[in-house]
């Protein structure tokens, strides 16, 4: 158990629909971040949160956002889903901006599946 | 960050060592050799880093070259449980971001 908790662990939805994915950073860390990994593109990273603020962005659609609350727990919003949205998404944590050694811990993932 | 290049899948005896290759040819001085795993649809675990000098945990070995154009991951005794992907990743230290970039990694088959 990483201590990184992601909900809901599977998600069913249809295109066009807008869903929201909740990621709850181990006690203590800071830093959230978002994958994508879908069967071709592997593990992509998407954004980085860190106290609240944007850190770094990657490969993220307009159609995505994500957002980090004062409790630090994170959202990922994804709308106007389209089938090739299907994917594991996974979050992960750190203690801060810039971890020396270099770890992150990773949740479960959420597995959408857009039909 | 330096591009990794790893074999695309490789299988072992369990109980043996599995030593895992990763070539980073174009390496920097101030990147570290990062190694994480994925076992099946699970979220990525960190195993070892490194710099330069070889290190272990409890987890596995990690061999560098003098040159640090390469490195080996070693599971010392390979169980069924250590069926996954292994990714190696360099990365500067204190890379701004603190992300990290998967590659393809190496499926690893461990076989009883």
């Known amino acids: 158990d990483s201590g990184v908790t992601q909900t809901p662990k599977h998600l069913i939805t249809a295109t066009g629909q807008r869903v929201t994915l909740r990621c709850s950073p181990r006690?203590?860390?800071?830093?959230v971040y978002w994958y994508q990994q879908s069967l071709d593109q592997g593990l992509q990273f998407l954004i980085q949160y860190y106290n609240g603020e944007e850190r770094a962005k990657g490969n993220i659609l307009e159609r995505f956002s994500a957002q980090q609350f004062p409790d630090l727990h994170s959202e990922l919003n994804l709308s106007s889903l389209e089938l090739g949205d299907s994917a594991l998404y996974f979050c992960?944590?750190?203690?801060?901006?810039?971890?020396?050694?270099?770890?992150?811990?990773f949740g479960e993932g959420s597995r959408l599946t857009v039909l | 960050d330096a591009k990794t290049t790893q074999p695309t899948s490789m299988d072992c005896a369990e109980g043996r060592a599995a030593n895992l290759p990763c070539n980073h040819s174009?390496?920097?001085?101030?990147?570290?050799v990062y190694w994480y795993r994925q076992i099946h649809s699970q979220g990525p675990q960190y195993i070892i880093h490194?710099?330069?000098n070889n290190e272990t945990n409890e987890m596995a070995s990690l061999i560098i070259t003098e040159d640090r154009k390469s490195s080996t991951l070693i599971l010392p005794h390979a169980t069924l449980r250590d069926t996954a992907v292994y990714y190696c990743i360099v990365r500067p230290y204190n890379n701004a971001g603190n992300m990290l970039t998967f590659g393809g990694g190496t499926r690893l088959m461990v076989k009883p």
């Open positions: 006690s203590g860390d800071l830093s």
């Open positions: 490194g710099l330069k």
């Open positions: 174009t390496i920097s001085g101030n990147e570290y």
């Open positions: 992960a944590s750190s203690v801060g901006v810039e971890v020396y050694t270099g770890e992150l811990f």
